[in-house]
Structures are given as C-alpha cells and as structure tokens.
C-alpha cells in the first residue's frame, strides 16, 4: 500500500521551510497585527455610527460627480481599445512576417505594452495631472494608457490562440498578411477581444473613482474631501454611489457579454 | 484485378518518378520534382517527392498516416516551406518566387482542407466574398457587409452552385460538417481556380456527405474542365473519383498509375 503522502526530499523540505520564511517575514513587513485589527473594531464602529444615516444634501452635484466618473471610463476605455487592437496585432508570436523590422516592432510593441501594464494608473493619473493639469483629461489619459496596457497583452494572446486553420486556408487563396489578420484572426479572437473589453471598462469604472484623489477628475476627490474633513455620512453617500455604479458596470457587462456572443453574423 | 507487373511501383529507395512528367505535349498544370521536406533532425517526411498533375486531371494522392500526403500538398503551394526541390504551377517556377507573386499565383488555386477551415463567427457568404482576398485585398473583402454588388452576386452565384444558397447569411460553426465543406469548396470556386487541390476533404464527413462532396468535385473537374488534385485514405473513392493514382510511401511516389488500370486490393497494398 503506497502511502497517503509522498517524504518530501532534502531540497523540496529546505524550500517548503525557505516558502514559510518567506511568507512570514511578508506578514511581518506588512505590519500584521491581531491585537490591532481587535482594538480598531470600536473605532469601525464608531465610523460607522457616524456615517449613518448618508447625506443626500449634495446629492446633485454629487451625482454630476459619478457621471463624470463613467463619462472618463467608458471615454478611456474606448480609446484604450482602439489604439491596442494595432499594438496587440503586432505583439502577437507569429502574426507577422518574421523579417527584421518586423521583429523590431514586436520587441517594441511587446515593450510599450509591458510599460503600460506594470505602471499603476495612479502613477499615470499624477503624471497626466502634471502635463495636461487638473481634471477628467488627465483620468481619462490614465485610464487609456492602463487599458492599452491591459487589452494589448490579451487581445494579443487572445490572437495568438485561435485556430490556425482559417488564416492557412486564406493565405492558400492568395491572401495578404493584413486581410488575413482582419479577416481570420480578428473574427475568432472576437469573443475574447468582447470579453475583455467589457472586463476592461469595469476595472476603469473601479480605477476612475481612486484617479479622483489625485485630481484627476471625477467622484474620488469628493470622497477625499468628505474624508479630510471628517464628513462620513457625506462620504457613506460617495461610497454607496461607487458601489451601485461598480455593480451597475458589472451586471450590464455580464449582459452584454452573453448577449453580444449570441449575437448574429457578419 | 491488375496484373503485378502492370503495376508501376517501385521501392522507396527508388521513386517511380518520370523524368519529364509532362512531356509528350500535354499541358501540365503542377509539377514536382525532388521535393524533400524534414520537421527536425530525424522526421524526414518528403525524399525526394515527384510528380505532375495534367491539366483537366483528377489526381488522387494515397497513402496511410503520415506517409507525407498533407505535407506535399503544402509544399505544391509553398504553405510550408519545402527543403529542397522545385515547383511549376501554371507553366511559372514558384520555387523562389517572391510572396507577392505567390500570392497571385495561389489565388488561382482553390485549396480545400479536411477540416474546412472556414472562419468560425462570420456568415456563410462572407467566408466565401473571402476566396476573392488573392485577387483583390482591402476592406471591401472582408465581409459580405461591406463588398461591393458584384463580389456579393458572384458569391451567391458560387453558394448556389454547392447548393447552398439559402444558407449565405448562416453562421459558418453553425453549418453541419456537409455544408461547412461545401462553403469552403464555394469558397475555392469564388477564386474562379484553374485547380482545386483537396487535403482529405471527407475525412471529417459522414458518408453521405463525403459521397455529395465528392459528386461536387467531380461535376467540377467534368463540367467546368477544373483540374483536381486530391487526397484520401477511401482506396474506392480514389479510384471512382480520380483519372490517375499516386501513392506515397515513406516519403516517396511508390505507384503513379492511371485510375482505370487499378484495383482497389491493389491500392490497398500501400497502406500500413
């Protein structure tokens, strides 16, 4: 009879015990404290108490605010989208011609769309804030660059993925590089391509609220004025708004999700 | 049954290869000559392949798994890359010819594959406006929305032709297998091709299917002069359907053969 659990090695024991360091060491670092996370409890409440029941007294002006939050999401979304279906295209492994330019632009595509990713929106937001100034411009930029960053990486590997057969089917009939991309690459990454886009505009909606604190337009710097100045109850209002428009995003997109990839043919 | 030594087969060592295949006068549609092709160190699938395929002709590719039959079609057209070996299609030598050339040349043949590949997501009549990218590219051709009276016209004309006209505006993934392949022949057709070469296309069919996709090569090759280069595993199919059999072995042409001088048994001795 084999036993239920295999003795680990010498070398695979000293990294299960190197993994518990690690991660212990991470807890520590991260300031993990149970006495403080009991002793805050009160405080919570207390927060709590004070911030029921919500404000509705900027009610308009703060749902002028939440609009401004969505309009910059769904601007930079889509502007996100537009300009990474071409950067993705030529991110793609083996979508174009494998000649020396085009390695090139793989390598910088890939690189463009590494920098977009890693960077934080927040970074983005202050950066815009400082070269374009104060405002929804400034978010809106930052939520394009992080969708590029974003949608470049899994439109390209969306693409990568589909089945090879269409496209060696139109490059048989005499197909170029670029109707072939169009026509049978981009149809079949389409469903990937819809789903995350949708994803995309409901990780703006999320990002477009934190650009606020930063001034880059938008519901969050209302939050953080409420904040600063002791205001919960206006602020619950802010919180409660994001949350009804963060689940409104995400239950339209799961809608349109299923109902865009039933959808009919071209 | 054929006689043994009416046989034209010849070892692998020694492929039965006709030095000017298409001599004598006849026009000569494709022509291979020492093809070779390897994947890797040790996976030789080509050595030293050749043959011609006559204008007007039927010709039917055998031979068992991996004996190198999808590999030469690619090859014939440069969809992979051969090692070694020359290419004539159409009276032009494509062995080094430059991509946009190629692309002219490949457009006037119709490629059908054994699992159709049809572009999943788009109508019927958009993958077959698709057959016409080689000719004329650009967005016009990309789908049926956006081609132009004429392109959509010609395209009916070739779904009505696989009697598949009712189906233009149909899902290609929602087409059972029978139609599917019939698109893609459309889509072939749409090329208006000099030559159809078929990768197995009945593989994936029920029989009945397979039996109406092969009556449509047929009445191509009779009725419109097409030449047709196909291959198939269905020895009886090959036989029927075909003017002349080659059969590959071990990477090398072991029977080139006419048709009505074959028996099924005799085919069947190149497998396994």
């Given at each position: ?23 212990l ?6 300031g ?6 009991v002793?805050?409890?009160?405080a919570m ?5 004070r911030?029921?029941p ?11 605010a ?12 889509i ?10 295209v030529?991110?793609a492994?083996g ?9 090139v632009?793989?390598?910088?595509s ?19 804030v400082i070269?374009?100034g ?17 949608c470049?990486?899994f ?8 089945e ?15 109707d072939t ?18 994803f ?5 909606t ?8 930063v001034?880059?337009g938008?519901?969050?710097?209302e939050?953080k004025?409420a904040?600063?100045?002791f205001d ?7 919180i409660?708004?994001?949350?009804v428009?963060?689940?409104l ?15 009919s043919?071209? | 049954m054929m006689?043994?030594?009416?046989l034209?087969?010849v ?5 039965a290869?006709?030095e ?9 549609e494709?022509r291979?000559?020492?093809l ?6 040790n996976?030789a699938?080509?050595?030293g ?20 039959k ?6 014939a057209?440069r969809?992979?890359?051969?090692d070694a070996?020359?290419l ?11 991509a ?27 993958n077959?406006?698709h ?13 049926q ?8 016209e ?6 009505e032709r696989?009697?598949?006209?009712d ?8 087409l ?9 022949i ?11 070469v078929?990768?197995?296309p ?23 002069g ?13 036989l029927d359907y075909?003017?002349?059999?080659l ?5 090398a ?7 009505a ?12």
């Amino acid at each position: 009879m084999p036993g239920r659990l295999e003795r680990p090695g010498a070398l695979q024991f000293t990294a299960y015990v190197a993994l518990a360091a690690f991660v212990l060491w991470s807890f520590q670092g991260a300031g993990w404290s149970f006495s403080a996370l009991v002793s805050g409890g009160p405080a919570m409440a207390d927060f709590l108490s004070r911030a029921w029941p919500p404000s509705l007294e900027r009610l308009p002006q703060l749902s002028k605010a939440l609009v401004e939050t969505f309009q910059m999401a769904l601007a930079g979304t889509i502007i996100g989208i537009i300009v990474s279906l071409p950067l993705a295209v030529l991110a793609a492994r083996g979508l174009t011609r494998q000649t020396p330019i085009s390695r090139v632009f793989y390598t910088s595509s890939r690189l463009l769309i590494a920098l977009f990713r890693t960077v934080p929106d927040l970074v983005w937001a202050l950066v815009f804030v400082i070269s374009v100034g104060l405002g929804p411009f400034a978010g809106t930029l930052a939520i394009a660059v992080d969708t590029i960053g974003f949608c470049g990486r899994f439109f390209a590997e969306s693409m990568e993925d589909v089945e090879k057969g269409p496209s060696e089917a139109l490059t048989a009939a005499g197909a170029g590089k670029f109707d072939t991309i169009f026509c049978a690459v981009v149809p079949a990454a389409m469903p990937s391509f819809i789903t995350t886009s949708l994803f995309a505009l409901e990780k703006a909606t999320r990002s477009s609220v934190v650009l606020g604190l930063v001034g880059a337009g938008g519901i969050g710097i209302e939050l953080k004025v409420a904040m600063d100045f002791f205001d919960y109850q206006l602020a619950m209002t802010i919180i409660l708004m994001i949350f009804v428009l963060v689940l409104l995003v995400e239950r339209l997109g799961t809608i349109a999700r299923g109902r865009i990839l039933e959808g009919s043919s071209r | 049954m054929m006689p043994q030594a009416q046989l034209q087969t010849v070892g692998a060592s020694a492929p039965a290869v006709p030095e000017q295949p298409c001599a004598g006068g006849e026009a000569c549609e494709l022509r291979v000559d020492g093809l070779r092709k390897s994947f890797g160190k040790n996976r030789a699938v080509l050595q030293g392949v050749s043959f011609a395929v006559h204008r007007r002709e039927a010709v039917a590719l055998i031979g068992s798994n991996g004996a190198g039959k999808s590999t030469a079609l690619r090859c014939a057209l440069r969809l992979v890359e051969p090692d070694a070996g020359s290419l004539t299609l159409f009276d032009e030598d494509i062995t080094s010819a430059k991509a946009r050339r190629l692309r002219h040349i490949r457009a006037e043949v119709g490629f059908v594959f054994q699992k159709h590949n049809l572009v999943p997501r788009v109508s019927a009549l958009t993958n077959v406006i698709h057959g016409n990218l080689g000719r004329a590219g650009g967005i016009r051709g990309w789908s049926q929305a956006f081609a132009p009276s004429h392109l959509r016209e010609r395209a009916m004309a070739c779904l009505e032709r696989v009697g598949l006209a009712d189906q233009a505006r149909k899902r290609a993934d929602q087409l059972s297998g029978g139609q599917s392949q019939r698109v893609a022949i459309a889509r072939a057709l749409m090329q208006d091709p000099k030559m159809i070469v078929a990768d197995e296309p009945v593989a994936s069919l029920d029989p009945v299917a397979g039996q109406e996709v092969m009556d449509l090569f047929h009445q191509l090759t009779r009725e419109e002069g097409i030449t047709l280069l196909f291959t198939s595993h269905n020895v009886q199919q090959a036989l029927d359907y075909s003017d002349r059999v080659l059969a590959l072995k071990q990477g090398a042409i072991v029977l080139d053969q006419r048709s009505a001088n074959l028996s099924a048994a005799d085919l069947g001795k190149h497998y396994g």
